[in-house]
Nanobody
Framework: QVQLVESGGGLVQPGGSLRLSCAAS????????MGWYRQAPGKQRELVAV???????NYAESVKGRFTISRDNAKNMVYLQMNSLKPEDTAVYYC????????????WGQGTQVTVSS
């Protein structure tokens, strides 16, 4: 079992930056694939970025070049640096952990709100 807690969300102007953090506890963090998802009002939850236990990263096309996912296994933390934010990025952002040895076994945080507006 793992527990995930997101933080760092808030209100930011278009073109601004924000850094989200996810703190994990309760299991061996380094063995999990870690990801960020988001869900806008009235829309389905979508994958934003993933950082696997083996070091692979992937990004949604809509955020490539603007967002960067990173992780610090020593601190059981995963981050999402968001730059050049657009109103379309407004959503609740969720941290996700998946057992690398058992795809489909996943855990979710409660989410943090990101609002991009002038």
């Amino acid at each position: 079992q793992v527990q995930l807690v997101e933080s760092g969300g808030g209100l930011v102007q278009p073109g601004g930056s924000l850094r989200l953090s996810c703190a994990a506890s309760g299991s061996i963090f380094s063995l999990y694939n870690m990801g960020w998802y988001r869900q806008a009002p009235g829309k389905q939850r979508e994958l934003v970025a993933v950082f696997t236990s083996s070091g692979r990263t992937n990004y949604a096309e809509s955020v490539k070049g603007r967002f960067t996912i990173s992780r610090d296994n020593a601190k059981n933390m995963v981050y999402l640096q968001m730059n050049s934010l657009k109103p379309e990025d407004t959503a609740v952002y969720y941290c996700n952990a998946e057992m690398s040895w058992r795809p489909g076994s996943v855990y979710w945080g409660q989410g943090t709100q990101v609002t991009v507006s002038s």
